[in-house]
């Protein structure tokens, strides 16, 4: 079966190590290249001021057909408070806690380096 998918070709079994991967990183191009995305990224990690500058909008899915109606002072409420959540990294602010801008970059730069993320949700007792 392995001749008929590879014609005869076997691959050699090939990986490079997470310190390999850091090491290339650091290189001067690759390392700008990873800065430029880096900060590419982070301008929109916060809200945006206006409808033109760069930023994230939490807004209700617009349903086919339908025209975009306005927010009424509950939904307006709940946006706000997902924003908070979103900018605080977690429902309070904290000492311990990153904010979004620093998430965003380390998530990026482990993307970009590793070719891979993680990242943990630790719940609170009630399980929110």
């Known amino acids: 079966m392995d001749f008929n998918l ?9 990986s490079l190590s997470y310190q390999t991967l850091r ?3 650091k290189t001067p191009i690759i ?9 590419q ?9 206006d409808r033109y500058s760069t930023g994230f909008v939490i807004r209700k899915k617009k ?3 339908e025209a975009e109606a306005d927010n009424t002072p ?11 959540i979103i900018l605080n990294c ?4 904290s000492w311990g806690n990153d ?6 970059r380390k998530i990026v730069d482990d993307s970009l380096m590793f070719d891979q993320m993680t990242f943990e949700v630790v719940r609170d007792r009630s399980g929110e």
């Open 90 to 93: 977690g429902v309070e602010d």
């Open 74 to 84: 509950e939904e307006i409420n709940r946006i706000q408070e997902i924003e908070k």
């Open 41 to 49: 990224v982070a301008d929109f990690a916060e809200p945006q001021a």
């Open 63 to 65: 349903r086919f057909g």
């Open 31 to 39: 390392n700008a290249i990873i800065k430029t995305r880096k900060n």
């Open 23 to 25: 090491r290339m990183s």
């Open 6 to 14: 590879n014609f005869g070709y076997k691959d050699k079994p090939f």
């Open 99 to 104: 904010d979004f801008e620093t998430f965003i």
